[in-house]
Each structure stands twice: as C-alpha cells, then as structure tokens.
C-alpha cells in the first residue's frame, strides 16, 4: 500500500490544479487495478495470497458481480492499457523536463515495486507474471528516454 500511496503522491504534485490533479490520479488509479489485476490473472489462477492482496486496494466483493468479475474485467482492459503511455506519465515526463525533477522515474520504480509485490503475494512468481511488470516498465522507460532524445 505505501507504493500505491507514494504513486498517489507523485502524481498529484504534477499540476497545481485540483480538477487536473483529480483527473490524473483517477487515471492512475485505474492503471494500477488493471496492472494488479492483470498480474493477478495472467496464470489463469486466483490464489489465497492474491486475493489478500487485491482486498487491499479494492473490496471487490462489493461490485456488482463480485471480485471475479471485477479481476476479469479489469485484467481485459489491461491489453490495451498497457500499450499506451497513460497520461499521468506523460505529465510526470513534461514536469520532471521544465523542472529537472525525477517524478517520472519514481513512478516507474513505484510501479515496478507495485507489480513486484502481486507477482510476491502468492509465494511464488511465474514468467507469465513477471513479463506483465516487465514489459510496461520498458514501456514507461521508454517514454522518459524519447523525451530525453527529443530536449
């Protein structure tokens, strides 16, 4: 939980406006529950451990349909979510290049930490896992380094 509150952080510092703010870490927000739930899905299998662990970030029982749903909802968004740079992170880059700050980076460690952790919760970490966080922090690393070429 404290890597998804220093990520809730690190975005609202981006924009001294409230509705922007408000907007980037919902979006941020949804990014990361369709990351965990992608992780959590990505062995076809939702084991004690994972569920643990997403009853920290959402009582999906709640939901309508219950937490089955909600993970394979939110795990059939994650395929087109992880092909785009979010704009949150697009901010965090444009921010982190006026300023010279290193938002951008840190949310990219925070990101990796969060993905880390759902690969963790079940005792064990399979490929399929692990090439989720994998393949989307390149993904962001990317971003910072064509904004880096491009100043």
Do not use: H
Not at 16 to 29: C, D, F, G, S
Not at 56 to 70: I, N, T
Not at 120 to 132: N, P
């Amino acid at each position: 939980q404290s890597a998804v509150m220093e990520l809730i952080e690190l975005v609202e510092s981006l924009s001294e406006v409230k509705t922007e703010q408000e907007a980037l870490r919902q979006e941020m927000e949804g990014a990361v529950l369709k990351f965990v739930a992608a992780i959590v899905l990505a062995d076809g299998e939702y084991r004690d451990g994972e569920k643990d662990f997403i009853a920290l970030f959402v009582d999906s029982k709640a939901l309508p349909g219950g937490e089955y749903r909600y993970l394979n909802e939110y795990a059939a968004k994650w395929a087109e979510t992880a092909t785009q740079v979010p704009n949150f992170f697009e901010a965090a880059v444009r921010y982190d290049s006026a300023n010279k700050t290193g938002i951008a980076r840190a949310i990219v460690r925070n990101i990796q930490l969060i993905g880390n952790n759902v690969c963790a919760s079940d005792g064990r970490c399979g490929a399929l896992e692990r090439d989720i966080v994998q393949q989307y922090v390149v993904l962001l690393e990317n971003a910072i380094e064509r904004s880096t070429a491009e100043n």
